[in-house]
């Protein structure tokens, strides 16, 4: 099993940097892909960043891209978010997820949620205008 907690949200301005943390625990997910997804009130949960397990292969969704840089710290067992020139549209909770060890996909599967295993509770971002 693997639990996932996430820190860094908050209340901040238009333009403004965040960077949000998932800390793992319980297993390494040093060899999982792993990945950033949102929820606004009343929107259905939407991909932001991922990360495969090898290699260095990032993927953003179009509207953070530029913005939003995903990153992991093996050693610390923590993925990282950082977000700058933030927009009032980013207002969501975050969540970060993992998926099993080792598993490759082709692109699309990364932004799909059902696609990983394991969850966090969620760390709310506020960007006020």
């Known amino acids: 099993q693997v639990q996932l907690v996430e820190s860094g949200g908050g209340l901040v301005q238009a333009g403004g940097s965040l960077r949000l943390s998932c800390a793992a625990s319980?297993?390494?997910?040093?060899?999982?892909?792993m990945g950033w997804f949102r929820q606004a009130p009343g929107k259905e949960r939407e991909f932001v960043a991922a990360?495969?397990?090898?290699?260095?292969?990032?993927y953003y969704a179009d509207s953070v891209k530029g913005r939003f840089t995903i990153s992991r710290d093996n050693a610390k067992n923590t993925l990282f978010l950082q977000m700058n020139s933030l927009k009032p549209e980013d207002t969501a909770v975050y969540y970060c997820?993992?998926?099993?060890?080792?598993?490759?996909?082709?692109?699309?599967?990364?932004?799909?949620?059902?696609?990983?295993?394991?969850w966090g509770q969620g760390t709310q971002v506020t960007v006020s205008s």
């Open positions: 990360l495969r397990w090898s290699g260095s292969s990032t």
């Open positions: 319980g297993r390494t997910v040093s060899d999982r892909a």
């Open positions: 997820a993992a998926d099993s060890p080792r598993q490759t996909y082709s692109t699309n599967l990364y932004r799909i949620p059902s696609t990983y295993d394991y």
